[in-house]
């Protein structure tokens, strides 16, 4: 008998490009004991999730392994029927992917997608599964546990809905769990509750656990050991302690230096300057429960106000105030001066051409049956009314800004794209526009740190040579501290504090600032365990998942 649970050896896996096979994964070993977590890191394209997935015998559509062996807990995974693989897949093994918008089904209930694994391999029955949903709703801090599960996967915010689904893949207590970037749509504090959660399940129930991210600080808490990937190709391993403080090549120490983009300080703005968007006042509700409450701030031509706080705070509900998705029950939006109808509905196609957005997640953002070319026309065509050979030119151009060569990429289709080049189109859909003002809506969240500081630099580029002005909503500080002239902070629908960046990273802070600042991950393995004690949490498990009854 192996002393792992999981065995991967010489694993060597493909992707087929047209009729040819491409190598993603090139003979990389893997191994894993119980109770143990390994990090996965590299950045973009490294093949970490291709990696994690085939630890559980699974490739997506047109990858295969081509060779090496894939062995859990003595089974082969690669020799094994699709049977004995359902037997496996969410009871001994469970997965927890990046996107929850994209993996959750739309139209069932969160409560009823939670009881699934456990009624069908036998675990417990609906009842006695979905009142331990409630409690691990609780646990990880998701509002209104008892009622949550009955919403809708829209119904909920991106970093609840992500909980949701580490809360869904801990239902049968697992052996193993592959987290696909668990924590990249959270904020803060609430990333602080959830890694405490899963620490505590891989601890108190001898789990193992791949754990795949691109941020650093965030596996020096989580991980035994680290595994370093690169092109498909392994460059080191070794226990997390000793690869924070010794890495020996030189790709792993660019990864762990701290990204050193800052935009440098601007001028202050002209007491008599008219803001590009001014929000004033605005209280807006979701039927009859107000979600904001007199929000009020201005950005100015060629600004970035960073908006910032917890899931739930009112970020993206006051997005879509500005954007006349949600408009305000009280308070009024201006553009240039002039006020903007509440409804977008009701406004000029001239006043929707100034307000772009790009979101969050560019999986589920772009059409994946549309070519790249057909996505960034579109607007082409509608704001601009070029069509055939003006609009493709026009198209091309767009390319060239966000650096991407449109005689390699304007005929493929999203799927035939990485994370941060399908970010980059968001990008150019939104510049087909020709806007004054782009929301930039966490498009950094799910990037690895260097392509994120790469779309960072793209995005400063653009606002200096264009005269744009955003609204950047993120939970990342770091980000803030790259890219933000002002900042404004949020919290339960209410500005809780705003001013220029420099006076936002000094104190004295609003307490609530306070607990954002002190709530960043650093590259420290005891900093989560230190800062829980801080807080008053002596024992992780005060924080975590509790075992089914």
């Given at each position: 008998?192996?002393?792992?649970?999981?065995?991967?050896?010489?694993?060597?896996?493909?992707?087929?490009?047209?009729?040819?096979?491409?190598?993603?994964?090139?003979?990389?070993?893997?191994?894993?004991?119980?109770?143990?977590?390994?990090?996965?890191?590299?950045?973009?394209?490294?093949?970490?999730?291709?990696?994690?997935?085939?630890?559980?015998?699974?490739?997506?559509?047109?990858?295969?392994?081509?060779?090496?062996?894939?062995?859990?807990?003595?089974?082969?995974?690669?020799?094994?029927?699709?049977?004995?693989?359902?037997?496996?897949?969410?009871?001994?093994?469970?997965?927890?992917?990046?996107?929850?918008?994209?993996?959750?089904?739309?139209?069932?209930?969160?409560?009823?997608?939670?009881?699934?694994?456990?009624?069908?391999?036998?675990?417990?029955?609906?009842?006695?599964?979905?009142?331990?949903?409630?409690?691990?709703?609780?646990?990880?801090?998701?509002?209104?546990?008892?009622?949550i599960g009955f919403r809708y996967p829209h119904q909920v915010s991106g970093g609840q809905l992500q909980r949701a689904m580490t809360a869904m893949a801990m239902a049968?207590?697992?052996?193993?769990?592959?987290?696909?970037?668990?924590?990249?749509?959270?904020?803060?504090?609430?990333?602080?509750?959830?890694?405490?959660?899963?620490?505590?399940?891989?601890?108190?129930?001898?789990?193992?656990?791949?754990?795949?991210?691109?941020?650093?600080?965030?596996?020096?808490?989580?991980?035994?050991?680290?595994?370093?990937?690169?092109?498909?190709?392994?460059?080191?391993?070794?226990?997390?302690?000793?690869?924070?403080?010794?890495?020996?090549?030189?790709?792993?120490?660019?990864?762990?230096?701290?990204?050193?983009?800052?935009?440098?300080?601007?001028?202050?703005?002209?007491?008599?300057?008219?803001?590009?968007?001014?929000?004033?006042?605005?209280?807006?509700?979701?039927?009859?429960?107000?979600?904001?409450?007199?929000?009020?701030?201005?950005?100015?031509?060629?600004?970035?106000?960073?908006?910032?706080?917890?899931?739930?705070?009112?970020?993206?509900?006051?997005?879509?105030?500005i954007t006349g998705l949600l408009p305000p029950r009280i308070g009024t939006i201006e553009l240039d001066g002039e006020p903007l109808p509440l409804d977008y509905r009701k406004r000029s196609k001239e006043q929707l051409r100034q307000v772009q957005m790009i979101y969050q997640m560019a999986d589920t953002a772009l059409n994946p049956r549309?070519?790249?070319?057909?996505?960034?026309?579109?607007?082409?065509?509608?704001?601009?009314?070029?069509?055939?050979?003006?609009?493709?030119?026009?198209?091309?151009?767009?390319?060239?800004?966000?650096?991407?060569?449109?005689?390699?990429?304007?005929?493929?289709?999203?799927?035939?794209?990485?994370?941060?080049?399908?970010?980059?189109?968001?990008?150019?859909?939104?510049?087909?526009?020709?806007?004054?003002?782009?929301?930039?809506?966490?498009?950094?969240?799910?990037?690895?740190?260097?392509?994120?500081?790469?779309?960072?630099?793209?995005?400063?580029?653009?606002?200096?040579?264009?005269?744009?002005?955003?609204?950047?909503?993120?939970?990342?500080?770091?980000?803030?501290?790259?890219?933000?002239?002002?900042?404004?902070?949020?919290?339960?629908?209410?500005?809780?504090?705003?001013?220029?960046?420099?006076?936002?990273?000094?104190?004295?802070?609003?307490?609530?600032?306070?607990?954002?600042?002190?709530?960043?991950?650093?590259?420290?393995?005891?900093?989560?365990?230190?800062?829980?004690?801080?807080?008053?949490?002596?024992?992780?498990?005060?924080?975590?998942?509790?075992?089914?009854?």
């Amino acid at each position: 008998m192996s002393d792992f649970l999981v065995e991967m050896r010489d694993v060597r896996i493909e992707g087929r490009s047209d009729e040819t096979w491409m190598p993603i994964i090139n003979g990389v070993d893997l191994t894993l004991k119980k109770g143990e977590v390994l990090g996965l890191i590299g950045e973009s394209g490294a093949g970490k999730s291709t990696l994690g997935l085939a630890a559980m015998g699974f490739c997506r559509d047109g990858v295969r392994i081509s060779g090496g062996s894939v062995m859990f807990d003595g089974i082969d995974l690669l020799a094994a029927s699709a049977e004995q693989k359902r037997q496996l897949l969410g009871k001994r093994i469970a997965y927890v992917a990046q996107s929850a918008a994209a993996s959750f089904n739309p139209a069932h209930k969160l409560i009823d997608q939670h009881t699934e694994a456990p009624v069908q391999h036998g675990i417990a029955g609906k009842a006695e599964s979905a009142a331990d949903g409630v409690e691990l709703y609780r646990k990880l801090r998701l509002p209104n546990p008892d009622e949550i599960g009955f919403r809708y996967p829209h119904q909920v915010s991106g970093g609840q809905l992500q909980r949701a689904m580490t809360a869904m893949a801990m239902a049968c207590r697992p052996d193993l769990i592959i987290f696909d970037e668990p924590t990249t749509a959270l904020d803060v504090t609430t990333q602080i509750e959830v890694l405490a959660s899963i620490r505590q399940i891989v601890e108190e129930f001898d789990t193992a656990a791949i754990y795949i991210t691109h941020d650093l600080a965030v596996v020096a808490q989580m991980a035994d050991r680290i595994k370093v990937l690169l092109k498909g190709d392994e460059v080191e391993e070794a226990d997390t302690r000793t690869m924070l403080s010794e890495p020996t090549q030189e790709y792993t120490k660019s990864l762990w230096a701290v990204r050193a983009f800052e935009r440098p300080e601007k001028p202050p703005v002209a007491s008599d300057a008219t803001p590009v968007i001014s929000v004033q006042g605005i209280t807006a509700a979701y039927g009859t429960v107000d979600v904001l409450s007199d929000v009020s701030f201005d950005i100015h031509a060629g600004r970035t106000v960073a908006v910032v706080g917890e899931s739930g705070s009112g970020k993206s509900t006051t997005a879509r105030c500005i954007t006349g998705l949600l408009p305000p029950r009280i308070g009024t939006i201006e553009l240039d001066g002039e006020p903007l109808p509440l409804d977008y509905r009701k406004r000029s196609k001239e006043q929707l051409r100034q307000v772009q957005m790009i979101y969050q997640m560019a999986d589920t953002a772009l059409n994946p049956r549309k070519s790249i070319g057909e996505i960034i026309g579109r607007p082409v065509e509608f704001y601009m009314g070029l069509r055939g050979g003006a609009k493709r030119k026009r198209v091309a151009e767009l390319m060239d800004q966000i650096e991407l060569p449109a005689d390699q990429y304007i005929d493929r289709l999203p799927s035939e794209l990485s994370g941060g080049q399908k970010q980059r189109i968001g990008i150019a859909r939104a510049l087909a526009a020709e806007p004054k003002f782009i929301i930039c809506d966490e498009v950094t969240s799910a990037l690895d740190q260097l392509v994120a500081e790469g779309i960072l630099k793209l995005l400063a580029r653009l606002q200096d040579e264009l005269g744009l002005s955003y609204m950047f909503i993120t939970h990342d500080l770091a980000t803030v501290r790259a890219i933000a002239d002002e900042v404004v902070v949020m919290k339960d629908g209410v500005v809780v504090e705003q001013g220029p960046k420099r006076d936002m990273f000094k104190p004295p802070h609003h307490a609530y600032t306070d607990l954002l600042l002190s709530s960043v991950p650093e590259m420290d393995p005891d900093w989560l365990t230190n800062l829980l004690k801080e807080r008053g949490v002596d024992n992780i498990g005060d924080a975590a998942v509790g075992k089914m009854s």
